[in-house]
């Protein structure tokens, strides 16, 4: 289809852009083949692109020189013309017919080369928009959420009103702005997800939502569990164990408290001889910033939780940013009010 749309646009028009187009997939593919060292055969149809733009430049020469080149005069035109007996013929009124102007072979050129020129910077500028089309924050568009649309919703998310569900906290929680939050704003989010659990040990009679979202360095976690533990009994917990990097706050006018804590590690060895299986163990350091449901801290609560493979841990600051940039947008959808 394209090539029958090229196929119509005038000589003086097609040739230059196929010439300009063949030049420059020529030069980026060689250079890709011998600075990046993407191999030769990415080199050897970079060569093609320059060999057929070469030949479409020696068709624009030969069409060029004929247009310059006249041809001689004949003997039948050099012979003398005798006049013949002329007819008077009745008299017609004249009729001034436009001169025709032959197309301007440069002008066509210049035409085609500058708006494939227009073309290529649009789709340039296009490219290094944001894809959301907001302001450059050097953050792309986050990854899609995956969620589990096909299970039937717990009972416990039925039986609690004003319980969120995984796809309320993903979409929240996976936005834009969150990787200039933890102080990487360059990378772009490379999993989401939003799962509908219930809280261990409750029979299923709990709900706690849950959404992840993956960066290459660290990743976060979003969850709500809807039991009637507080801030403060959970604080109180806390002091039981070492207690060190607890830390009580308040968020969004919340009662808060930031702890830490190792996350599990579970190893397989699927045949690969690789690893060994083995028991549970201790994985990396995660920090978890706790935020009551209400100011007045009357039950339940949302966790963020930031974790990275290398043990690396953004400053608490950053919690506390996420947590009042995310927090205020969970909202109820549509499947939770059906």
Same mark, same amino acid.
């Given at each position: 289809?394209?090539?029958?749309?090229?196929?119509?646009?005038?000589?003086?028009?097609?040739?230059?852009?196929?010439?300009?187009?063949?030049?420059?997939?020529?030069? =980026?593919?060689?250079?890709?083949?011998?600075?990046?060292?993407?191999?030769?055969?990415?080199?050897?149809?970079?060569?093609?692109?320059?060999?057929?733009?070469?030949?479409?430049?020696?068709?624009?020469?030969?069409?060029?020189?004929?247009?310059?080149?006249?041809?001689?005069?004949?003997?039948?035109?050099?012979?003398?013309?005798?006049?013949?007996?002329?007819?008077?013929?009745?008299?017609?009124?004249?009729?001034?017919?436009?001169?025709?102007?032959?197309?301007?072979?440069?002008?066509?050129?210049?035409?085609?080369?500058?708006?494939?020129?227009?073309?290529?910077? !649009?789709?340039?500028?296009?490219?290094?928009?944001?894809?959301?089309?907001?302001?450059?924050?050097?953050?792309? =568009?986050?990854?899609?959420?995956?969620?589990?649309?096909?299970?039937?919703?717990?009972?416990?998310?039925?039986?609690?009103? /004003?319980?969120?569900?995984?796809?309320?906290?993903?979409?929240?929680?996976?936005?834009?702005?969150?990787?200039?939050?933890?102080?990487?704003?360059?990378?772009?989010?490379?999993? !989401?997800?939003?799962?509908?659990?219930?809280?261990?040990?409750?029979? =299923?009679?709990?709900?706690?939502?849950?959404?992840?979202?993956?960066?290459?360095?660290? #990743?976060?976690?979003?969850?709500?569990?809807?039991?009637?533990?507080?801030?403060?009994?959970?604080?109180?917990? #806390?002091?039981?164990?070492?207690?060190?990097?607890?830390?009580?706050?308040?968020?969004?006018?919340?009662?808060?408290?930031?702890?830490?804590?190792?996350?599990?590690?579970?190893?397989?060895?699927?045949?690969?001889?690789? /690893?060994?299986?083995?028991?549970? /163990?201790?994985?990396?350091?995660?920090?978890?910033?706790?935020?009551?449901?209400?100011?007045?801290?009357?039950?339940?609560?949302?966790?963020?939780?930031?974790?990275?493979?290398?043990?690396?841990?953004?400053?608490?600051?950053?919690?506390?940013?996420?947590?009042?940039?995310?927090?205020?947008?969970?909202?109820?959808?549509?499947?939770?009010?059906?």
């Amino acid at each position: 289809m394209l090539g029958f749309l090229v196929r119509l646009l005038p000589f003086w028009i097609r040739e230059p852009l196929i010439i300009l187009v063949g030049t420059v997939f020529g030069v =980026r593919i060689l250079f890709m083949a011998f600075v990046d060292g993407e191999g030769w055969v990415p080199a050897v149809i970079g060569a093609v692109f320059l060999l057929g733009a070469a030949l479409r430049v020696r068709v624009v020469v030969h069409a060029l020189r004929a247009r310059r080149r006249r041809p001689p005069a004949t003997e039948a035109e050099l012979a003398p013309v005798t006049p013949a007996p002329v007819t008077p013929a009745p008299v017609t009124p004249a009729v001034r017919r436009p001169v025709e102007r032959k197309p301007n072979a440069f002008a066509q050129a210049s035409f085609a080369i500058g708006l494939f020129a227009v073309i290529g910077g !649009a789709l340039w500028i296009e490219g290094k928009l944001p894809e959301d089309g907001t302001a450059a924050t050097g953050a792309s =568009r986050p990854a899609a959420c995956r969620l589990d649309e096909d299970e039937e919703l717990p009972s416990a998310y039925r039986s609690t009103p /004003g319980a969120v569900t995984g796809a309320d906290l993903c979409r929240a929680l996976n936005r834009t702005e969150l990787p200039e939050l933890l102080g990487t704003p360059a990378e772009r989010s490379v999993y !989401a997800s939003g799962t509908d659990s219930t809280a261990p040990l409750t029979d =299923r009679k709990v709900a706690q939502p849950e959404a992840r979202v993956e960066f290459e360095t660290y #990743t976060v976690e979003l969850s709500a569990t809807y039991n009637k533990l507080t801030v403060a009994q959970y604080a109180k917990l #806390t002091t039981y164990g070492d207690g060190r990097d607890a830390r009580k706050l308040t968020v969004l006018g919340r009662p808060a408290l930031l702890t830490s804590d190792h996350m599990m590690k579970i190893q397989f060895d699927l045949g690969s001889g690789e /690893g060994a299986s083995g028991p549970v /163990g201790q994985g990396p350091l995660a920090r978890t910033l706790t935020v009551a449901f209400d100011g007045k801290d009357r039950g339940g609560s949302y966790d963020l939780t930031v974790w990275s493979e290398s043990g690396l841990l953004p400053d608490d600051s950053a919690l506390v940013d996420i947590a009042e940039a995310v927090l205020p947008r969970v909202t109820r959808g549509a499947r939770d009010q059906d």
